[in-house]
């Protein structure tokens, strides 16, 4: 094969790049796995909430994702075509940010009526009602998970992506931290429980936004683009241009979560354990679903940059390097997962941590040893020879109501 060593090239070229989106796409993943556990203590309801919000505002913000992704073909082909196309660069992401708040608007008013959706749609009252809550404190992850996402594309189109890596790595070490606090109530706030978690998840989006902002305002790769320069300035043929080419992607990707979303959303109908059970083994799916995700994102570089510069060939190879690199790696993954037999064991350990362990039943009471809640016997009940035991035992209300023990007259 003549031009080998050009293909060994553009693989390499593509790992380099994809590795860090990779272990990125995999942070998020973790980020979902922590509120997993956490809600997994607080208890099966809780979870089962939490799982159909989530998977309802993420379906939601993967149709903006779809179109914002756009952005990166885009900048990585002015690159390709002049290496220091500065204005080019500066303006696709200012459009794609307006793109982001375009969309952002009505899906966040949409889902601040899923608790009466719910209802409409048949769910348990109290399922519909604590997913309602949680969604509504969650949703305003939606815009700043889309200039996330813009951000990162620039970045990412600048071949950068360590720096992406970085800071998703410490997004996932500050939503647990948030969540710990106002899930469980520590440092004296109080515990919100679900609503606390969706909060929490709103400010770790709205923080790792914050650290994205500034990097791409003081490192000197960066900075020179002014990415919110003129923020306000209209481009309206590239504006139109982004939603040209995202459109289609934002279909593709918001169905695609929808049917998953809609998967969660079916289980409520069967009861609240099985939806906690979903939210665990999701979790173990989605993460072998960031490895061809990294290197996707990684083929649009590369192959946005050989069309910038008219490299036909270039265009080829990226592509096969994007198609085989997935093959190969999961390839290695299932001989070694095979062969070391660990798939159950680790199934099993994720499904231990993530649920709590559930609460022993109460032991049955023994004869004679019937109380109410305030710990003492009634006086039909003492008249029976009963003597305090496990107080609000529902065994004493039976007794005490069933009218075979009537207090003797005097």
């Not at 890596?165 to 410490?170: A, E, P, Q, R, S």
């Not at 300035?233 to 992607?249: E, Q, S």
């Not at 095979?338 to 159950?344: E, N, P, T």
């Not at 109410?372 to 039976?398: E, F, L, Y």
Request: proline share 6%; charged share 10%.
């Amino acid at each position: 094969m003549p031009n080998a060593p050009k293909y060994r090239d553009e693989i390499a070229a593509t790992l380099t790049l994809a590795w860090p989106l990779i272990l990125t796409n995999i942070s998020q993943i973790l980020i979902s796995m922590t509120d997993v556990v956490l809600l997994g203590h607080v208890g099966a309801h809780a979870l089962a909430a939490s799982a159909i919000g989530t998977g309802l505002v993420w379906a939601m913000t993967l149709f903006g994702i779809g179109l914002v992704t756009a952005s990166s073909p885009m900048i990585a082909t002015a690159l390709g075509h002049r290496f220091n196309a500065v204005r080019d660069v500066r303006r696709t992401v200012r459009q794609t940010m307006w793109c982001a708040v375009t969309i952002a608007v009505p899906i966040t008013l949409l889902l601040w009526f899923t608790g009466p959706l719910m209802r409409l749609a048949g769910q348990p009252e109290r399922l519909a009602a604590d997913t309602g809550l949680f969604v509504r404190a969650m949703e305003w992850v939606i815009l700043p998970a889309l200039l996330i996402v813009t951000l990162r594309c620039f970045v990412a189109a600048l071949e950068r992506p360590i720096w992406i890596l970085i800071i998703g790595i410490g997004g996932v070490v500050v939503n647990a931290a948030i969540n710990w606090c106002l899930i469980f109530g520590h440092f004296g706030v109080p515990a919100l429980g679900l609503w606390g978690a969706g909060i929490g998840s709103s400010l770790t989006t709205l923080l790792t936004f914050g650290a994205m902002a500034w990097l791409v305002t003081h490192h000197p790769k960066f900075r020179r683009y002014h990415v919110f320069g003129r923020f306000w300035r209209a481009d309206w043929p590239r504006y139109r241009a982004i939603w040209a080419l995202g459109f289609p992607i934002s279909l593709q990707m918001g169905f695609e979560a929808t049917v998953f979303a809609a998967a969660v959303f079916l289980m409520g109908f069967i009861n609240t354990a099985s939806v906690a059970a979903h939210a665990v083994a999701i979790q173990i799916a989605s993460m072998t679903f960031m490895v061809p995700l990294g290197v996707a994102q990684a083929a649009t570089v590369r192959v946005g940059n050989a069309l910038g510069r008219q490299d036909t060939g270039g265009v080829q190879r990226a592509g096969w390097a994007a198609f085989m690199l997935p093959i190969g790696i999961f390839a290695v993954a299932m001989r070694w997962f095979r062969s070391h037999a660990i798939v159950a064991p680790i199934a099993k350990l994720l499904g231990s941590i993530m649920l709590a362990k559930p609460p022993a039943p109460p032991k049955p009471p023994r004869a004679g040893s019937l109380s109410t809640s305030t710990g003492k016997c009634p006086k039909a009940a003492r008249s029976a020879g009963c003597r305090t035991g496990q107080t609000g035992h529902p065994d004493v209300r039976k007794f005490a109501l069933s009218g075979r023990h009537r207090p003797t007259r005097n």
